[in-house]
């Protein structure tokens, strides 16, 4: 098993490559997903969030040995360089590959587990949570600072931006970090960039009102182009859902 460090990592490596090696019995389940599994650790002073990626299919065992980053290193790196901008998500502590003669085999993230208050999912689901507009106007900005850092963030979805509120004012930190861009973005680029958050229109609505004060467009552009990128994707959605049902069926 490779193992890289971070500056804070380095403090409690002995005890990190342990939970690791030790994941599938110890710690507490926090998230068990189809992809990928999710597990807490106490770890000294510090509440340590581990990752266990799907290993990936033999294409990709290859791909991450030999030609790219994997998802756990690009995790790691995708951190750093977001703290490096001032920019929100959990503090990076190691990534680790396991490695399977000449193929590439299991892959962990950890990063210090973040307290917060709710997700961007909340304010989807449910329109009259506590100050509503003012957490969908601060999301806007945070994403408006994303974009003038010149990183897209491609998995810009409900689940994957923790929000915790500190004082009056919402802090915003990006989970899930294997798929980034960075580089000048275009305002049809920027736009997409809010295609998967929500189908609701007012929310929409508020977001393009907001982020066109930011980037001094006219907010009707702004709007039109944030819900034709929403509409796009929300049928390719459907579309892809429907193909599953019927992929399912056939499968009986």
Partial sequence: MKYIFSEKGEEIREELSGV???????????????????????????????????RPNLINKIAYK?????????????????LSANIGTPYPLTFAEENRGVVFGDSYYACLHQHYDLTYRELVKDPDYPDHENILRAFTRFTFEL??????????????????????KYRFYLVDLNRMNFGELSFEQRMQNFSRLTPIREMVKIMADEYASLIERPKAEVFERMW??????????KRKKKLKKIFKFWKK
């Fill in 66 to 82: 030999y030609f790219r980053k994997s998802k756990a290193e690009r995790s790691f790196l995708y951190a750093q360089k977001l």
């Fill in 228 to 237: 034709f990128h929403t509409n796009q994707f929300q049928e390719k959605f």
């Fill in 20 to 54: 690791i090696k030790n994941f599938e019995s110890e710690g507490r389940s926090f998230e068990q997903g189809a992809r990928n599994s999710l597990r807490i650790f106490d770890i000294n002073n510090y509440t340590v969030n581990v990752k266990s990626f799907k």
């Fill in 147 to 168: 974009h003038e850092n010149n990183i897209q963030f491609l998995d810009h979805s409900p689940g994957n931006t923790l929000i915790a509120k500190d004082s009056e």
